[in-house]
């Protein structure tokens, strides 16, 4: 009989999951779901290597991506259907990389940040915001006014709720550029009204409560951010700084660039995409090297735009980027960053509030004129802090946010910071010196936690 009862509880167990082929795997894709408070589906990604790996049951890392990319920026990978990638390690590439079977398999994975924090025993998350993503991991797009208060108070908090309810463990959270910017208001205690983001008339002012911010870095092991956004360095600001572009900025435009890139990208060769690439940002570099050191800051046009360093970038790793790594956005965002830079200010969107929503031109700080400030309640952050910042000041200047960062927040024995040389904003993530600086860099600090 209780050998009965065994076979009847099998039986039973094989039924409930006859989806998973009796005790297969029933998610091979990693593919989790978070509600965000107004309601819509933010998708998000934990990886392992292949659906035969184990999910990590350690301590887990959040990561959002930067503007305009998706969360592949961190896992490269050569795409199956594209057989022309085939990069080969470098000869004096690490043990851990030549010995690992699946970089062995597709070397490209040798720039995956996810892979080698997988590696490295780490439970790693990606997440999109909403808007972004293509094929299963498309999250829901939203209203396109949404911004980049959107994305910090309502999309991070739902995928930070999500990684904890799932695995019960504190996460170490984060990103590139405005995944970091998110990180550091979440912990902020940063937050919408979601029933007014819901109707989509306006987005109402940002809050911040110490309760909420005492919470959240109790509920959270650590920050950590690649090249985390903030007030950027702009040149010629006065270019932007007229009626006409903020007429422009202040449209609410969702653009769509994961329904047209896989299109346009599908024409093109990855020799063409990378040497265009290679083109133009090798001559940006150039131009920004040869800046004469004497004249003003903001006439350093060329320098603004050396964030891409593609000569610490593979091609393929280039290619990769245009062709599954760029994503959709909101101009929102934008936006905001063109007034932080060209007004020397650090906020939530101007047209916040239901007073704004049809203010075209941002206006100058002023005493009581109910924005929230982000360099205001920095030091709300208490959590240990690591930064892996680029070398050059393209959109990040490391000084700038090591400022306001670092010595923002509440300090923490724990907090740290590198810079890599020779590093842009965009290949810091995965340039040909992240597998021997920057992942291992990060993986020692997440060991001393």
């Given at each position: 009989?209780?050998?009965?009862r065994?076979l009847?509880?099998?039986?039973?167990?094989?039924?409930?999951?006859?989806?998973t082929?009796?005790?297969?795997d029933?998610?091979?894709?990693?593919?989790y779901?978070?509600?965000?408070?107004?309601?819509l589906?933010?998708k998000?990604?934990?990886?392992?290597?292949?659906?035969?790996?184990?999910?990590r049951?350690?301590?887990?890392?959040?990561?959002?991506?930067?503007?305009?990319?998706?969360f592949?920026?961190?896992?490269?990978?050569?795409p199956?259907?594209?057989?022309?990638y085939?990069y080969?390690?470098?000869?004096d590439?690490?043990?851990?990389?030549?010995?690992?079977?699946?970089?062995?398999?597709?070397?490209?994975k040798y720039?995956?940040?996810?892979?080698?924090?997988?590696?490295?025993?780490y439970?790693?998350?990606?997440?999109n915001?909403r808007?972004?993503?293509?094929g299963?991991?498309?999250?829901?797009?939203?209203?396109?006014?949404?911004?980049?208060?959107?994305?910090?108070?309502?999309?991070?908090?739902?995928?930070?709720?999500?990684?904890?309810?799932?695995?019960?463990?504190?996460?170490?959270?984060?990103?590139?550029?405005?995944?970091?910017?998110?990180?550091?208001?979440?912990?902020?205690?940063?937050?919408?009204?979601a029933?007014?983001?819901?109707?989509?008339?306006?987005i109402?002012?940002?809050?911040?409560?110490?309760?909420?911010?005492?919470q959240?870095n109790?509920?959270?092991?650590?920050?950590l951010?690649?090249?985390?956004?903030?007030?950027?360095?702009?040149?010629?600001?006065?270019?932007?700084?007229n009626?006409?572009?903020?007429?422009?900025?202040?449209?609410?435009?969702?653009?769509?660039?994961?329904?047209?890139?896989?299109?346009?990208?599908?024409?093109?060769?990855?020799?063409?995409?990378?040497?265009?690439?290679?083109l133009?940002?090798?001559?940006?570099?150039?131009l920004?090297?040869a800046?004469?050191?004497?004249?003003?800051?903001?006439?350093?046009?060329?320098?603004?735009l050396?964030?891409?360093?593609?000569?610490?970038?593979?091609?393929?790793?280039?290619?990769?980027?245009?062709?599954?790594?760029f994503s959709?956005?909101?101009?929102?965002?934008?936006?905001?960053?063109a007034?932080?830079?060209?007004?020397?200010?650090?906020?939530?969107?101007?047209?916040n509030?239901?007073?704004n929503?049809?203010?075209?031109?941002?206006?100058?700080?002023?005493?009581g004129?109910g924005?929230?400030?982000?360099?205001?309640?920095?030091?709300?952050?208490?959590?240990?802090?690591?930064?892996v910042?680029?070398d050059?000041?393209?959109?990040?200047?490391t000084?700038t946010?090591?400022?306001?960062?670092?010595?923002g927040?509440?300090?923490?024995s724990k907090?740290?910071w590198?810079?890599?040389?020779?590093?842009?904003?965009i290949d810091?993530?995965?340039?040909?010196?992240?597998?021997?600086?920057?992942?291992?860099?990060?993986?020692?600090?997440?060991?001393?936690?």
């Open positions: 009989m209780k050998s009965l065994t009847g509880t099998a039986v039973v167990l094989c039924l409930a999951t006859v989806l082929g009796c005790g297969g029933s998610n091979p894709k990693g593919l779901v978070a509600k965000t408070a107004d309601g589906d933010i998000m990604k934990r990886y392992r290597p292949t659906p035969n790996h184990s999910f049951n350690s301590t887990p890392i959040l990561l959002f991506p930067g503007i305009t990319l998706n592949n920026q961190f896992d490269v990978y050569s199956p259907w594209l057989n022309s085939h080969k390690l470098p000869a590439a690490p043990a851990w990389a030549k010995n690992d079977p699946i970089i062995q398999d597709d070397n490209l720039f995956s940040m996810a892979h080698y924090l997988y590696l490295r025993g439970d790693v998350w990606m997440a915001y808007g972004v993503g293509r299963d991991f498309d999250s829901d797009e939203g209203h396109p006014n949404t911004n980049l208060d959107v994305w910090c108070a309502l999309d991070y908090p739902a995928a930070v709720d999500k990684v904890r309810a799932v695995t019960g463990k504190k996460p170490v959270i984060g990103g590139h550029s405005t995944g970091g910017l998110c990180a550091y208001l979440y912990l902020q205690g940063y937050s919408l009204d029933s007014i983001v819901k109707q989509g008339d306006y109402p002012h940002a809050t911040a409560s110490a309760a909420l911010a005492a959240r109790a509920n959270v092991a650590g920050f951010g690649i090249d985390p956004a903030g007030a950027p360095i702009l040149a010629y600001e006065w270019l932007i700084d009626p006409l572009i903020w007429d422009i900025l202040a449209l609410e435009w969702y653009i769509d660039l994961d329904t047209i890139l896989p299109y346009a990208m599908s024409l093109l060769p990855p020799v063409i995409t990378s040497g265009a690439i290679d133009v940002f090798k001559l940006v570099t150039q920004a090297d800046f004469p050191s004497f004249f003003p800051h903001w006439a350093d046009l060329f320098g603004a050396d964030f891409w360093r593609t000569g610490n970038m593979n091609g393929y790793v280039e290619d990769f980027h245009a062709r599954i790594a959709s956005f909101y101009l929102g965002g934008f936006a905001q960053y007034d932080w830079g060209t007004n020397g200010v650090f906020r939530e969107f101007w047209q509030g239901a007073e929503q049809n203010l075209v031109n941002p206006p100058d700080q002023a005493p004129d924005y929230y400030y982000f360099d205001t309640n920095m030091s709300r952050m208490t959590v240990p802090a690591f930064s910042f680029s050059a000041s393209g959109l990040v200047d000084d946010m090591v400022d306001t960062l670092y010595n927040k509440t300090y923490n907090d740290a590198i810079e890599v040389p020779g590093s842009g904003h810091v993530v995965n340039g040909n010196a992240s597998p021997t600086v920057a992942f291992p860099a990060i993986a020692d600090w997440l060991d001393s936690l």
